[in-house]
């Protein structure tokens, strides 16, 4: 069952309490995703989608259906042409979703993140654990294919919510307590860890403690985006980007969505994306803005939220290090209202839009409403001129 509509902005809230959430106005002057198509096949919860192709894509639920959509689950491995999926057991599918092999029930607690590593391996979050695979073929020029256990590694204190590839050469890990760890791609070896309050070596006054303890979903590190400069984490409600060679936070946005964010993507032109359990996505653009003489900085991942040892009074700023020098905003650029419960994740095709699947069953498409209009008028004119009804004279 499909249905056309056209997007537009979040329903009043009447008298209801101030949210500290960024607004924005209706007009959304630069937002292109102005239309949506709504697909609706699974009949639960839509928790996954993986992006096959330019234009295909594969969604998952709880419903045990694995669909497959045209935009004119779940992590492909581009090495190998085939792509993975998590639960209680390892599976390796190719791209015509034939089952090639997978794991024997390793795990009561089940697979809850994947993505690839070089040298034909996989990294899997399992609870606390990180266990790296390897993918072999049976034979020589076999079709067949095996899952082998490499190693598994138990650093995280809490269980990972969240992995991510930053290059071919490292990776990143977040737990629910806010816990972030750096990767060797090749060998599997921690190359830095960043740790949040939960630490009884940090020495915390009582009340700093007891605050902290009664949000601890707020440091929770749900997903991961990264490029070559700045790695782009959702923690909490909050969006914060991360500059990998400076190793400190140079913009935030500690209440991005009135609840926890999912998913979160990195667009062009410095643009950022991000859905959240309150039903919304969003879009966000990375700025550059001029920095006051005596305007605190931070200098590092969890100072920003107030966590890890205090070493200087709060209240002491930090000079610039040069007379121009700058840190970054994220500005709120665009709201999309179309699901009425929380949205797990989404995908971006360049030429076709958004793909967003939610907990209220169904996929949603967002167009770009411009082009689709001049894609219209297009083919009408093409319709026309084949039907011998365009007359082009004055």
């Known amino acids: ?79 190998l042409d085939v792509w993975l999926s998590g639960g209680s057991d390892l599976c390796v599918w190719n791209r015509e979703l034939d089952l090639l092999c997978k794991t024997s029930h390793l795990f009561d607690t089940g697979i809850s993140a994947l993505i690839e590593l070089p040298k034909n391996c996989v990294a899997a979050a399992v609870g606390k654990e990180l266990i790296i695979f390897r993918l072999v073929s049976s034979t020589e020029g076999s079709v ?88 782009f984490a959702a923690v909490g409600r909050g969006l914060y980007v991360y500059n990998l060679q400076m190793k400190r936070v140079i913009a935030f946005q500690k209440t991005a969505h009135d609840s926890t964010i999912l998913h979160i ?24 803005k001029q920095q006051l003489t005596a305007e605190p900085v931070p200098t590092g991942f969890f100072n920003m939220w107030g966590f890890g040892r205090v070493n200087k009074p709060a209240n002491q700023t930090i000079k610039k290090p040069q007379e121009n020098g700058t840190v970054c905003s994220l500005e709120l650029i665009g709201d999309l209202i179309g699901h009425s419960s929380s ?42 001129e084949d039907d011998g009804d365009l007359n082009l004279g004055f």
Request: glycine share 6%.
């Open 343 to 384: 949205i797990e994740m989404f995908l971006y095709f360049e030429d076709h839009g958004l793909v967003t699947c939610s907990a209220d069953h169904l996929i949603i498409l967002w167009k770009n409403g411009e082009r689709e209009s001049g894609l219209r008028s297009l083919r009408l004119f093409q319709k026309l």
């Open 1 to 79: 069952m499909l249905r056309w509509l056209i997007g537009g902005g979040r329903e009043p809230q009447g008298l209801a309490e101030k949210s500290p959430v960024q607004t924005i106005n209706e007009e959304q002057t630069q937002n292109p995703y102005t239309e949506l198509l709504v697909l609706k096949a699974h009949h639960d919860i839509v928790r996954f989608l993986v992006q096959l192709d330019d234009y295909r894509f594969a969604s998952a639920g709880d419903d045990g259906i694995v669909f497959l959509w045209n935009a004119q689950c779940l992590t492909v491995l581009q090495r």
């Open 144 to 231: 067949d294919w095996d899952v082998i256990e490499v190693k598994r590694i138990l650093d995280h204190q809490d269980n990972i919510l969240s992995l991510g590839n930053i290059n071919d050469l490292s990776f990143v890990t977040g737990s629910h307590i806010g816990e972030l760890i750096v990767w060797d791609a090749l060998d599997w070896t921690m190359q830095a860890y960043e740790r949040s309050f939960w630490d009884p070596s940090l020495q915390l006054d009582t009340q700093q403690e007891i605050k902290l303890c009664h949000k601890s979903n707020e440091i929770s590190i749900h997903h991961f985006t990264c490029d070559e400069e700045y790695l």
């Open 265 to 288: 993507a990195k667009l062009p032109n410095r643009q950022l994306i991000s859905c959240s359990e309150d039903g919304s996505v969003r879009i966000w653009e990375l700025r550059e």
